[in-house]
Structures are given as C-alpha cells and as structure tokens.
C-alpha cells in the first residue's frame, strides 16, 4: 500500500498582492501531481485547505480540476476534508462540485448517502459518515472543527481497524508546541489509536512518531508566510545564517513516510537591526548580494533613525518582490515602583505566621496550625475541621448546642502607618 499524502496547498492565494504567486502555487500542486504519479501511489489523502478561499474564483476551480484530473486519468483515488479556509457558511463548498466531476470524496459526516468506489457510508441518525476504503485499509476524517466541536464527534474518529489512517485538518498542541504559536485544538492523546496521521493546518513540515505510529503534517507545498522562508538572515552585530523549511507532500509506503520535496521560489527573509541610517543601508547592502532575479525578500529594518526607504529599496531592483517593513526604535524609560514594607499591610499576627511559614524546618512549618488554633480560640479541638463539625451540630441541635466560651483574641486593627492609609486588600498592598 502506497499513498500520496497533501495539504494546505491554498490554490488561489494572491501572496503579497501578486497574481503571479497564485500561479506559482498552481505549478507547485501540478508538479507534485505528476510526481506522485511516478510514485506509483495507490491513492492520494488531502488534509485540508486546498483552496486559498471558500469562494475560489473561476479560474482557481478550473486549475484545481486539471490537476485532479491527473490522479483521475491514472484511476488513482483521493479522499479529502475541509480545511478551515476551504469551508462554506452554506452546506456546500467547491469540494461539493469536484466531488460531483468524480475527482475526490469528501470525508466526515454528511447530510446524504454517497455511492461510489473505495467508500464505506454509515447511517448515523439522521446523518451519514463517509469512510474511504482501499483493499482493507480504513481511511477516517472530518473536516475542519473548533476545538469543541471535534470534541463531540471524536467517538465517530475511532477506526474499526487497526490497518487505518486517520485525516484531520487540526493543531495539534505538542506540535505546535515545537516552534509556533497558534491555538491548537487536540492534543496527541485525543487522537484515536490509528497506524497513521494524515494532517493539515500547520504549514511547517512535521515528521512525528507517536505511539507506534506516524503523526505527519506535510506542510503548505508553497512559502505561505515569511516563517516559511528558504533562508533567514539576522544581521544585527554580526550576521546569522540559517537554511529554513522545505516545501512538498509526503509519500507514505506501508505507513512509513518519505518526505518528496517540490522547488519553489526562494523567500528570503532579513532582518537588519542598526543604530543609525548609515548602519543600517550598509548592513542592507552586504544582505542583497543573497538575493537572485526570482526571489521574493521580505525585509524588516529596525533603526533608530528614520530611513531612506527608496534609497534601500534600490538595493533590491533585481528581485522579483520586496517587502520592506520598518519599525522605529525608541529608548524606553524603565520605572520602578517602591514596594511598600510588610508592616505596612499585614498585621502583628500574620507577619509572625508568615515568618514561620518561610522556615526550611517541618517542624517549625508544622507549628503554624498551632498558632492559628490559639489566635482564634481553638485550642481545645484537634483540628479546624473538628470545631466546623460541632458547631454545624450545636446549631442544628438548638438546645444541645455546644458553647464555644474560649474568648477569641481580636487584632488591633490600625488604621493608618506613618499618616498614611493602612492598605486593606492584597491589591492595596501591591499597588494598581
């Protein structure tokens, strides 16, 4: 068994305004089309945001069924959920219509019957859920769901074999947790017990072991952001390089995967940080050497100084785009607020318990309860609790009360110190 595993591919997407990146992200989906193809893949698994938008443009949908018209020719199946970009506030998304040309079958639950190859439809209720089936190998998903949503339908998650891959278009937290912030909403031990993990949303690729089986992310399979640059350069005292992610799909072989990597178009990501313009446009002008005629730079400057945008911008007329973004440092006055004394909030009684709680010793630690059965007049019970239950009992009890005659000490409560208000609340104390 050998399948294609894809996912946030975002057909459509306009990267920085441009047209001509949507088409780069076509190209990036066609190629590994064609490569999975010569794969020899059984099937193809997409997690998730195949388009940009849930209203793709005409001309967006028209790429996606040339594409998935390579796997159809080849008779190869593919199973797909919805990603978070890919869903419709209606029932229905641009899934729906490439489902209907036959070129992929949408995984979950669904409000009618579906009919075809390679598909299990299970009545649950009022409701279907759709399973994909290749030669005994379960293949469960659901589309993109809130945190507590997935919750309510991870039972209809668990597959009824252990040959089984499981798709979702989620974050997984211990993931996530890795190098990225974004909210996540399962974390590995809410995923049902699967032989592998098809996912989507996070656009890093990720190879995980878990369990005996493959938690995989295979990543956007083109540079969405500047986090997923090919190179990043850090050219404040000195200059740092560093290589960044690859861009691709993945190639499971008998639940094992290999990562195929696609070329793309290089973005470069700099930061130059200078005290002044003249440090800074000579800083730029060392990073502009890295770059080539078809490279996207995003550039961010941070100076003192105002810049000479046009100026630094000159540096770069080679590159295919530059994104220039300039934040303005300013010196930041640090205050320090006096913190009142602890005689100044907390009284004679509690500044001699607090003393005693500060101590390393058991022992000394163990003597704390004591003085509080002292202070508040409990000396005669063993504990705090056998005085709440016998008071509970006298009040209940009327005429069996049990008088509580040993004279509680009351604090002196002071008003003010040094002329000024005594704080009354933990707030006071620590200031607004």
């Given at each position: 068994?050998?399948?294609?595993?894809?996912?946030?591919?975002?057909?459509?997407?306009?990267?920085?305004?441009?047209?001509?990146?949507?088409?780069?992200?076509?190209?990036?989906?066609?190629?590994?089309?064609?490569?999975?193809?010569?794969?020899?893949?059984?099937?193809?698994v997409i997690s998730g945001d195949l388009f940009?938008?849930?209203?793709?443009?005409?001309?967006?949908?028209?790429?996606?069924?040339?594409?998935?018209?390579?796997?159809?020719?080849?008779?190869?199946?593919?199973?797909?959920?919805?990603?978070?970009?890919?869903?419709?506030?209606?029932?229905?998304?641009?899934?729906?219509?490439?489902?209907?040309?036959?070129?992929?079958?949408?995984?979950?639950?669904?409000?009618?019957?579906?009919?075809?190859?390679?598909?299990?439809?299970?009545?649950?209720?009022?409701?279907?859920?759709?399973?994909?089936?290749?030669?005994?190998?379960?293949?469960?998903?659901?589309?993109?769901?809130?945190?507590?949503?997935?919750?309510?339908?991870?039972?209809?998650?668990?597959?009824?074999?252990?040959?089984?891959?499981?798709?979702?278009?989620?974050?997984?937290?211990?993931?996530?947790?890795?190098?990225?912030?974004?909210?996540?909403?399962?974390?590995?031990?809410?995923?049902?017990?699967?032989?592998?993990?098809?996912?989507?949303?996070?656009?890093?690729?990720?190879?995980?072991?878990?369990?005996?089986?493959?938690?995989?992310?295979?990543?956007?399979?083109?540079?969405?952001?500047?986090?997923?640059?090919?190179?990043?350069?850090?050219?404040?005292?000195?200059?740092?390089?560093?290589?960044?992610?690859?861009?691709?799909?993945?190639?499971?072989?008998?639940?094992?995967?290999?990562?195929?990597?696609?070329?793309t178009r290089n973005l470069l990501n700099f930061?130059?940080?200078?005290?002044?313009?003249?440090?800074?446009?000579?800083?730029?002008?060392?990073?502009?050497?890295?770059?080539?005629?078809?490279?996207?730079?995003?550039?961010?400057?941070?100076?003192?100084?105002?810049?000479?945008?046009?100026?630094?911008?000159?540096?770069?007329?080679?590159?295919?785009?530059?994104?220039?973004?300039?934040e303005r440092l300013r010196e930041k006055k640090?205050?320090?607020?006096?913190?009142?004394?602890?005689?100044?909030?907390?009284?004679?009684?509690?500044?001699?318990?607090?003393?005693?709680?500060?101590?390393?010793?058991?022992?000394?630690?163990?003597?704390?309860?004591?003085?509080?059965?002292?202070?508040?007049?409990?000396?005669?019970?063993?504990?705090?609790?056998?005085?709440?239950?016998?008071?509970?009992?006298?009040?209940?009890?009327?005429?069996?009360?049990?008088?509580?005659?040993?004279?509680?000490?009351?604090?002196?409560?002071?008003?003010?110190?040094?002329?000024?208000?005594?704080?009354?609340?933990?707030?006071?104390?620590?200031?607004?």
């Amino acid at each position: 068994m050998r399948f294609a595993h894809f996912a946030d591919i975002h057909l459509g997407y306009e990267q920085y305004n441009q047209p001509w990146r949507a088409e780069d992200i076509t190209n990036a989906f066609r190629l590994a089309a064609k490569k999975a193809v010569e794969e020899k893949v059984d099937f193809v698994v997409i997690s998730g945001d195949l388009f940009h938008r849930s209203y793709p443009t005409p001309k967006t949908i028209k790429d996606a069924i040339e594409i998935l018209e390579i796997f159809k020719e080849q008779k190869i199946p593919v199973f797909a959920v919805e990603g978070n970009h890919d869903r419709s506030v209606r029932d229905m998304s641009a899934y729906h219509l490439l489902e209907k040309l036959g070129l992929l079958t949408i995984l979950g639950l669904r409000k009618n019957k579906i009919e075809r190859d390679n598909v299990l439809c299970q009545k649950i209720g009022d409701v279907y859920f759709v399973k994909g089936i290749y030669e005994g190998i379960e293949i469960v998903g659901e589309s993109y769901k809130t945190r507590w949503r997935i919750d309510r339908i991870k039972p209809l998650l668990k597959p009824s074999t252990s040959e089984s891959i499981l798709v979702l278009h989620q974050a997984v937290k211990e993931v996530i947790d890795i190098e990225l912030e974004i909210a996540y909403e399962l974390t590995l031990n809410d995923l049902p017990k699967a032989r592998y993990y098809a996912l989507g949303h996070v656009h890093l690729p990720k190879i995980l072991e878990f369990d005996g089986s493959y938690v995989v992310y295979p990543g956007s399979i083109e540079r969405y952001d500047a986090r997923e640059a090919s190179i990043f350069v850090d050219y404040s005292e000195s200059l740092v390089k560093r290589e960044g992610c690859k861009k691709g799909f993945v190639v499971v072989d008998n639940f094992k995967p290999k990562f195929i990597e696609i070329k793309t178009r290089n973005l470069l990501n700099f930061v130059v940080n200078g005290e002044n313009y003249s440090e800074v446009e000579k800083k730029t002008s060392e990073l502009a050497k890295f770059a080539e005629n078809e490279d996207l730079v995003v550039l961010k400057i941070l100076c003192r100084e105002e810049i000479d945008v046009k100026k630094l911008t000159q540096l770069f007329s080679s590159v295919k785009h530059l994104e220039l973004r300039f934040e303005r440092l300013r010196e930041k006055k640090q205050e320090f607020k006096e913190i009142p004394a602890e005689n100044q909030f907390f009284n004679e009684f509690e500044l001699k318990l607090l003393e005693i709680l500060r101590e390393e010793s058991e022992a000394l630690r163990g003597s704390a309860i004591e003085i509080i059965k002292e202070h508040f007049g409990l000396g005669e019970f063993k504990s705090l609790k056998d005085f709440s239950e016998i008071e509970k009992s006298g009040a209940e009890k009327g005429s069996e009360k049990v008088e509580v005659e040993k004279e509680k000490k009351e604090t002196k409560k002071i008003d003010s110190v040094d002329g000024k208000k005594k704080p009354k609340t933990l707030l006071d104390f620590l200031g607004d």
